[in-house]
């Protein structure tokens, strides 16, 4: 396709009405602009971050492009089903590649993170790439890093940022199944398959636009959300079942693990992933913590519901961050003193509850 019919194409679409249509010009023209393009995420990238990136991966490609997805560090094996998992840089694993693919690209699109820190040791290789950048991201507050900010906090997940990007650029037509594969991953993952983060109820259109391209949902719900280590369940049972403590009066639950608990179930990165969520299914709950404690650090994860702003936790007690309802921070010293700190401190945010 020429490229004035793309501009033709941007004129005629009128698929999404949220993207700022400026912006969708202006990135539209830097893609036409670029040749080599690389997709990047933050660490420990979940099946939004690779949702996102490949997703436009297969996009770009499909238009001609030199595109590579670029990710500080590896992804889980939960999402090796997506197609072109296998073509990711690891910036871990292929340091040479990474870096010289990043040095000789027109242009890097920051993907599912608001801060350059997120990126760990690729921070630096990003941040000196002298082309243009842009970011595409739903978390609050992002930093100024990018020549292009797409900064939409009230959306989903990335992925369904970018399809609504992609439509109001005309470039629907260009989503093949691979594409839209990734991007319903990042969608699925981060609602937990439509149930929570939805905000806009045409996410739903999005769901039949994606289907639409003949993408397997059960697959992507199976494989992505759905499949775990025996020792990762039994983890999970066990944290519910010993290590839950409830706080009626603050409509809170707490879990934590040690690391003696950890390496009782052989812990693996990714074995704890929505045991945070769980105490949330019960009746009443508003919001529940999860404190595990890593090598290096506390991890502190927040969930909740009813507009319960757990990020004000995270932010007020542990100096972290994140979105309304799903938040964390770190923690550097004893988990004990991390549990304390919480517990003596609930009662100053029950001014949150309805
Ligand atoms: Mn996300």
Request: a negative charge; proline letters at 4%.
């Amino acid at each position: 396709m020429e490229k004035t019919n793309y501009f033709v194409n941007f004129v005629n679409s009128k698929m999404d009405k949220l993207i700022d249509t400026k912006k969708a010009r202006d990135f539209l023209k830097l893609l036409m602009e670029s040749e080599r393009i690389v997709m990047t995420c933050h660490v420990r990238p979940d099946g939004d971050a690779i949702g996102s990136t490949l997703g436009l991966w297969h996009l770009l490609r499909t238009l001609g492009k030199e595109a590579t997805v670029v990710v500080p560090d590896k992804a889980p094996p939960s999402l090796s089903f997506l197609p072109g998992f296998k073509e990711i840089g690891v910036y871990t694993v292929h340091k040479e590649f990474c870096e010289k693919t990043i040095g000789e690209s027109d242009l890097i699109i920051c993907c599912d993170f608001n801060i350059p820190s997120r990126q760990d040791n690729l921070a630096p290789v990003v941040q000196n790439a002298r082309c243009r950048k842009v970011l595409i991201d739903h978390h609050t507050e992002p930093s100024d890093f990018t020549d292009l900010v797409f900064s939409y906090p009230r959306m989903s997940s990335t992925c369904e940022l970018v399809f609504r990007i992609i439509a109001a650029m005309g470039l629907y037509e260009h989503v093949d199944r691979d594409c839209a594969t990734c991007l319903l991953t990042g969608i699925i993952t981060d609602t937990r398959n439509f149930t929570v983060n939805v905000k806009y109820p045409d996410i739903y259109d999005i769901l039949m636009r994606l289907l639409e391209k003949d993408v397997d949902k059960d697959r992507i719900i199976k494989e992505a959300l759905n499949t775990r280590s025996l020792n990762s369940l039994k983890l999970e049972a066990y944290a519910l079942s010993q290590k839950m403590e409830i706080f009626p009066d603050h409509r809170c639950a707490l879990i934590t693990l040690d690391k003696d608990e950890l390496k009782e179930f052989s812990y693996e990165k990714g074995d704890t992933e929505g045991l945070v969520n769980k105490p949330l299914e019960v009746k009443g709950m508003v919001y529940s913590i999860f404190l595990r404690e890593d090598p290096d650090c506390v991890k502190i994860s927040g969930r909740s519901c009813d507009d319960f702003p757990v990020s004000e936790i995270c932010k007020e007690l542990y100096g972290g961050g994140g979105h309304l309802q799903a938040a964390g921070a770190e923690f550097y010293g004893p988990l004990e003193e991390c549990r304390k700190i919480l517990v003596d401190n609930m009662n100053r945010f029950d001014k949150y509850l309805k």
